[in-house]
């Protein structure tokens, strides 16, 4: 039995959330970690940001696909990488 329309997005706002889940969702979890490993020891943060790199992207990735509107989701996503990378920005 086919998915119900009603539930389903357009092409275009299907793009701009797989889009933002692979792109925006790493680009949110590497200036959230470089934000990190500038405030705190850096060796520390690049251990174990093996390990949550991937939970923070995942999670990230997941709410892309859940928000309804795939350009929300990006602007909230180039707000965090701009807000985390700030520092950087601004030195």
């Not at 490993?37 to 923070?56: E, G, H, N, P, Q």
């Amino acid at each position: 039995m086919p998915a119900n329309k009603k539930y389903l997005s357009a092409p275009g706002q299907r793009v701009l959330k797989i889009t933002a889940a692979f792109i925006g969702g790493y680009l949110v979890t590497l200036s959230f970690h470089q934000l990190l490993m500038r405030l705190f020891d850096a060796k520390a943060i690049a251990v174990t940001a093996s390990f949550s790199t991937y939970l923070l992207w995942c999670a990230l990735m997941i709410l892309a696909f859940l928000s309804k509107s795939g350009w929300k989701i990006w602007l909230w996503y180039i707000i965090l990488t701009l807000l985390f990378a700030a520092p950087f920005l601004l030195k």
